[in-house]
Structures are given as structure tokens and as C-alpha cells.
């Protein structure tokens, strides 16, 4: 099952500009993480940020979530090429006093694509 | 930090045969493990769950005979695609929560494998 939607799908950039990805779900949750993934490759945890937090900073990321509109965005600062790569957004509804039992459920990605 | 491994990372097989793939927590215990597959260019989608000691919980949609998981420690869950067939190729993903230092309450972070591309012939 798929959580929500990222938006937009894909995005092409110019070096040294910003990015920002969208991303919307269904449920109550916990906290949002977003992850990145190169062509093929594994995941990369970037940020998480809780159902109580409203900002969170991360070096050149800055993440938001409005869980009144069910909604949180990434913006990655001052782009590099090396940012190229899909961003997922993820969310845990793991609720307090719980085992390790529920799953991240995943948005459908953001594909970045930043040219020097 | 903790680490989950994945074993093999890459698999060609020809189709009718079975595939079994090995996701281990290196350096903490999961009771739970989890399942995703990714086709290209697309979303991770969660598969099952895999539960230490007991039967793995399923994904509507997904067949649980087709897809065997055996989590037998609390460190090792296996994922065996039976009879694997062309459109079962994919990127195979686990990934586990560490259960938190000291306690039974697991952490906020989910340790993701590196995965495993199964192409069927």
C-alpha cells in the first residue's frame, strides 16, 4: 500500500538553485522521513521529523509538515549535481508504547535532476 | 550505527526456478522485519511483514505462496520467490527497526538493506 503522493513526479534543475518536493498522506502518523535513492541503488535516510514538529534543518535540507493539511515538503538548498537522484517520502504511524511493528509506507517519489 | 546486510545482492535465475533472498541485522535484534519491492522507476511497496517465531503477515495482493518468508531468528529473515517467472524481477528491499538500547521500545529509525536485483529469465 502507497501512502500518498509526491509531487511533482520529476523535476530538472540548474546547479546552485533550490529544489522542493511535496509530499501528501492519508493517515494519522507519527513522524515523516524522507530518503533518497540513486539510480539502482539502496536508500538513504535524510531527515525525520516528528507528528509534533512543524521544521526541521539538516545541513542544506529543510523539511516541513502540516499535519492539519497532511502535508510535508523537502527543500534542498544551493543544488549540486550530485543531488540527482529520487526522494521518497515515508511515514510511520508507529504509535507509543508499540513493538516494532509497523512498516514505513512510501509516496511515490520525486525524481531530481540537477545539471551543472 | 546499526546495519542490515543482504544476501545476494544481485541473482539471475531461469524462470520455474526458486530464489531465496537473506536480510540479516548485523549489530541489533528485530523481532520485525520488513519486505518491499520496487520495480523500475517506480515506489517502494511494502510485501509483509516478517515476524520472529511466527507467520509472516502479507500485503493484500501479495500471494503468500509465491512469496515464502521465514524470519526463524532475531537476526535473519529470509524472502524465497517460488517458481519465480519474468514479472517477479525486481528490487527486492528489507529493513528492520533496532529494538532501542536497553529496553523493548524500537527505534524511530528504520535500517534499510542495500537490496537485491532478482531478474527471471
Known amino acids: 500500500s502507497q501512502q500518498g503522493e509526491e509531487d511533482p513526479q520529476a523535476l530538472s534543475i540548474q546547479e546552485g538553485e533550490n529544489a522542493t518536493m511535496n509530499c501528501s498522506y492519508k493517515?494519522?502518523?507519527?513522524?515523516l522521513q524522507w530518503y533518497r535513492q540513486n539510480s539502482g541503488r539502496g536508500l538513504v535516510h535524510l531527515i525525520l521529523i516528528r507528528s509534533n514538529e512543524r521544521e526541521k534543518h539538516s545541513g542544506r535540507l529543510r523539511v516541513t509538515l502540516d499535519t492539519s493539511k497532511k502535508s510535508s515538503s523537502l527543500l534542498i538548498t544551493a543544488s549540486r549535481a550530485a543531488d540527482t537522484a529520487s526522494y521518497f517520502c515515508?511515514?510511520?504511524?508507529?504509535?507509543?508504547?508499540?513493538?516494532?511493528?509497523?512498516?514505513?509506507?512510501f509516496g511515490k517519489g520525486t525524481t531530481l535532476s540537477v545539471s551543472s | 550505527g546499526a546495519v542490515v546486510s543482504q544476501h545476494p545482492s544481485r541473482v539471475i535465475c531461469k524462470s520455474g526456478t526458486s530464489v531465496k533472498i537473506e536480510c540479516r541485522s548485523l549489530d541489533f535484534q528485530a523481532t520485525t522485519m520488513f519486505w518491499y519491492r520496487q520495480f523500475p522507476k517506480k515506489s517502494l511497496m511494502l510485501m509483509a511483514t516478517?515476524?520472529?517465531?511466527?507467520?509472516?503477515?502479507?500485503e493484500q495482493g501479495v500471494e503468500k505462496d509465491k512469496f515464502l518468508i521465514n524470519h526463524a531468528s532475531l537476526t535473519l529473515s529470509t524472502l524465497t520467490v517460488t517458481s519465480a517467472h519474468p514479472e517477479d524481477s525486481s528490487f527486492y528491499i528489507c529493513?528492520?527497526?533496532?529494538?532501542?538500547?536497553?529496553?523493548?521500545?524500537?527505534?524511530?529509525?528504520?535500517?534499510f538493506g542495500p537490496g537485491t536485483r532478482l531478474l527471471v529469465l
Open positions: 515515508a511515514t510511520d504511524g508507529l504509535p507509543y508504547a508499540n513493538q516494532a511493528g509497523t512498516a514505513l509506507i
Open positions: 516478517s515476524n520472529e517465531g511466527s507467520k509472516a503477515t502479507y
Open positions: 493517515t494519522s502518523i507519527n513522524n
Open positions: 529493513s528492520a527497526r533496532d529494538l532501542g538500547p536497553g529496553s523493548k521500545m524500537p527505534s524511530e529509525t528504520q535500517y
